[in-house]
């Protein structure tokens, strides 16, 4: 590349000086009429339900990576580049992606439309309030937990504990005050008892949504929601189906639960739905947009969210289990700058030339490798090329990968969109041509809990084992003993690093996973295990991103990325 930095456009300037296609012909070229289609505008649609019933002709293609790192990896932007470097290839490649939740846009990691000449269209839109599927969730989350202390309120039929209320509130904004608070307080306003929020990614109705197979799915899985149990010693679990919330939730949803069609910045089709976060939630997009893809497409392309002990992980183990699907190749996305900092160098000294430090970091590839090859799906490594790399630092990176046995292929999708990913599309190609792929979960889920739980934590971290709280041990017995013992595990721990401290890079050894909470997430079908001193509400940074926002006279916007 020969441009300086001061002469790269920001993502935002980018997206903005892009000339989009009208969805309807997006829509078109995947041989839906605009009958198909519900428009949001010219540049936004909704698509059929009935697609995700449709037969599957594409083949299904994930993308993760390393451990994320304040340097940034860029899977989202590989994604992009990836699925426009496969049409430029004569492919019909469509993107699957999640959609972007409105704390990390404006907090500190930005939005999650991709990057540079490898983004999702309109940006704006979809960073911001897109076609409100997430204000569908908040909306049926917040409903389920009025009619809660409103039952509470009109004498507690029920027999709910008020202490044992396990259902949350939700808000889809970084709030560290609203992580622990008090409701209820003063006559007349219910019964007063303590609450927390969650971000709307942590949302249980956010994993139902992108766990639901269609409506009817949908609407039982929202009634099988356990928002508290009985007072009493027999301590039965109560759900939302027994607070008479469930048809309305299910109204409320029904317009979020479609996927929703829009394009890359080189004019391919992109379907982009719900948002779990990848360390707090299973972090993939909905099972009905990766069906939709498959019918509509030769070839998918999703990514999970954070690095493969996260993302990957849970795709693999949670969403392809319940969906029936069969991944075929992954790409495992890496930056130099990434690997330096595994290898020990600071935030502030990552653009200087460091072969010591880069040598350092790079097991911590190797760890990430085995992590997908141990599912039975080939992998080929993504290294994301940034404007601060070397020739020789990117020689190492591929040497080393290569010594591994795997492919490796160069990426310049931020700089050069799709023609910067040809290369990496057909090592993908390749991998799909060959067949090589035997995808198995890591796990039966009919396993005891605990044991599925060490199972992650030793073949995915590499921890020599767990240990779990007094609280953990009590509620797992309960869990098992009210029919959630066979169900998938969600981790929920740090992505910064493969233990559950966020401060320990690269690839540790000799260390043990602390699992402080668990509890079940009955409707999205799982059981959740919360490790070390992960949190389900952010908080904001000193200096937000927020701050550096703002609409422009001319209707454009300031600040976005």
Not at 118 to 139: E, Y
Not at 263 to 287: D, K
Request: with cysteine; hydrophobic share 45%; aromatic share 4%.
């Amino acid at each position: 590349m020969t441009a300086t930095p001061s002469a790269i456009p920001t993502d935002i300037e980018i997206a903005q000086r892009a000339t989009m296609r009208p969805i309807r012909e997006v829509a078109a070229g995947l041989g839906l009429s605009e009958d198909d289609i519900d428009l949001y505008g010219k540049y936004k649609a909704k698509l059929p339900l009935s697609l995700a019933a449709a037969p599957a002709r594409g083949r299904l293609v994930l993308v993760t990576a390393i451990n994320p790192t304040p340097a940034g990896e860029g899977k989202s932007t590989v994604s992009v580049g990836l699925s426009q470097a496969l049409r430029r290839l004569g492919h019909t490649a469509v993107l699957c992606m999640r959609e972007p939740s409105l704390g990390p846009v404006f907090g500190v990691k930005g939005g999650a439309a991709g990057g540079g000449f490898s983004q999702v269209l309109p940006m704006d839109d979809i960073n911001l309030h897109f076609t409100g599927d997430f204000h569908a969730i908040a909306s049926a989350h917040a409903l389920l937990s009025a009619m809660l202390d409103n039952h509470l309120y009109h004498g507690n039929a029920l027999g709910l504990n008020p202490k044992a209320i396990t259902w949350p509130r939700t808000i889809d904004m970084n709030d560290r005050a609203l992580r622990s608070a008090i409701i209820g307080v003063g006559a007349g306003n219910g019964v007063m008892r303590e609450e927390r929020w969650v971000i709307i990614p942590a949302s249980e109705i956010m994993a139902i949504v992108a766990l639901a197979a269609d409506a009817e799915d949908l609407e039982q899985r929202l009634g099988h929601i356990i928002v508290g149990t009985t007072a009493g010693k027999d301590k039965r679990p109560v759900r939302a189906r027994d607070l008479g919330a469930t048809g309305a939730m299910t109204l409320l949803l029904k317009e979020a639960l479609r996927p929703n069609l829009v394009q890359t910045l080189e004019g391919g089709p992109a379907i982009l739905h719900a948002g779990p976060f990848g360390n707090i939630a299973h972090g993939c997009n909905s099972l009905v947009a990766t069906r939709a893809g498959l019918a509509l497409g030769d070839i998918v392309v999703t990514e999970a969210g954070f690095g493969s002990d996260l993302g990957a992980e849970k795709f693999f183990d949670i969403k392809c289990r319940a969906g029936g699907l069969t991944p075929e190749a992954a790409v495992l996305v890496a930056t130099v700058r990434s690997l330096k900092m595994q290898g020990g160098v600071p935030k502030s000294e990552l653009d200087r030339e460091d072969l010591g430090a880069l040598e350092r970091g790079l097991p911590h590839v190797a760890h990430h490798v085995r992590n997908v090859q141990q599912f039975g799906v080939p992998v080929v490594v993504a290294i994301n090329r940034r404007l601060s790399d070397s020739e020789a630092e990117l020689r190492m990176v591929a040497d080393y990968v290569t010594s591994l046995g795997v492919p490796v292929a160069l990426a310049n999708v931020w700089a050069e969109g799709g023609a910067g990913g040809e290369a990496l599309a057909q090592e993908v190609l390749a991998l799909l041509d060959a067949r090589r792929a035997s995808f198995r979960p890591l796990y039966d889920s009919a396993r005891p809990i605990r044991e599925k739980i060490r199972t992650v934590a030793q073949k995915v971290y590499g921890a020599d084992g767990v240990d779990f709280s007094p609280a953990a041990e009590k509620a797992i017995d309960w869990l098992e003993a009210n029919g959630m013992g066979e169900t998938p595990v969600c981790m929920a721990k740090t992505q910064y690093s493969l233990t559950d401290d966020a401060s320990r890079l690269n690839v540790p050894t000799g260390f043990r996973i602390t699992v402080n909470e668990v509890y079940g997430s009955a409707g999205a079908g799982f059981v959740v295990a919360k490790c070390g001193d992960i949190m389900t509400m952010p908080g904001l940074a000193k200096t937000p991103a927020a701050e550096g926002m703002r609409l422009r006279r001319d209707g454009t916007i300031e600040g976005l990325s």
